[in-house]
């Protein structure tokens, strides 16, 4: 068996830097999205586990190893083209007065599944 190569990186700063730099206070939507077959965004809570436990329950959900038709990658890599269909590329979130209006415990995250590929785009707009 291969190890899961899925990561967590959370983005919600970053997502937050872009809307002060360029919304000037509007409110809207920003959305983000991730150009990646591998790779998908999630709104989670994250430093008290819950990201560990995506993780843990992307292992289960979606094994790397052979089982999977798309050998595209190397063997386990299949499971990861399913990845966006369960956590999508693309999240649409709420802007309020120039900020991301998150509940308390709410992160915006990039999940990667590509273990030869860790770098990721993702591209950010805002909507008024």
Known sequence: MHPHPCTVHDL??????????AVHGRSGLLNVFTPHATSGLAVIETGAGSDDDLLAALRDILPADGRWQDRHGG????????????VPPHATLPVVDGALELG??????????DRDSSERQVRLSFLS
């Open 12 to 21: 919600t700063n970053a997502c937050s830097a872009f809307l002060r730099e």
């Open 104 to 113: 308390p415990s709410q992160s915006v995250v990039l999940v990667n599944s």
């Open 75 to 86: 063997p386990g890599h299949g499971s990861g083209h399913v990845l966006p269909a369960l």
